[in-house]
Nanobody, 120 residues
Framework: QVHLVESGGGLVQPGGSLNLSCAAS????????MAWHRQAPGKEREFVAA????????RYAGSVDGRFTISRDNARNTVNLQMNMLKLEDTAVYYC?????????????WGQGTQVTVSS
């Protein structure tokens, strides 16, 4: 089992940057694909980015590709989401998630979420 805790959310102006961090418990963190999802007000939760267990593969939603960067440090059991050129539509609760399979959309482990608000 993996326990995930997000941090780093906050208020930022359009065009600004923010770095989210997800700390994971467990000794098998390196065997999991990690991902970030988000849920905006009045919207359903959507995929943002994913990274394979050894960082060899990364995948991004088209809406964030080129602006966001996902990374992980297996030695520290952390995964990060560097968000640049933030837009108003990026406002959402961001969730960290883990799955044992790279190409699976089923994530058995989720964090509590961290709020990101982009506003002028």
């Amino acid at each position: 089992q993996v326990h995930l805790v997000e941090s780093g959310g906050g208020l930022v102006q359009p065009g600004g940057s923010l770095n989210l961090s997800c700390a994971a418990s467990g000794r098998s963190f390196s065997t999991y694909t990690m991902a970030w999802h988000r849920q905006a007000p009045g919207k359903e939760r959507e995929f943002v980015a994913a990274i394979s267990r050894l960082s060899g593969s990364k995948r991004y939603a088209g809406s964030v590709d080129g602006r966001f960067t996902i990374s992980r440090d297996n030695a520290r059991n952390t995964v990060n989401l560097q968000m640049n050129m933030l837009k108003l539509e990026d406002t959402a609760v961001y969730y960290c998630a883990a799955t044992p399979r790279w190409d699976s959309s089923d994530y058995p482990y989720w964090g509590q979420g961290t709020q990101v608000t982009v506003s002028s």
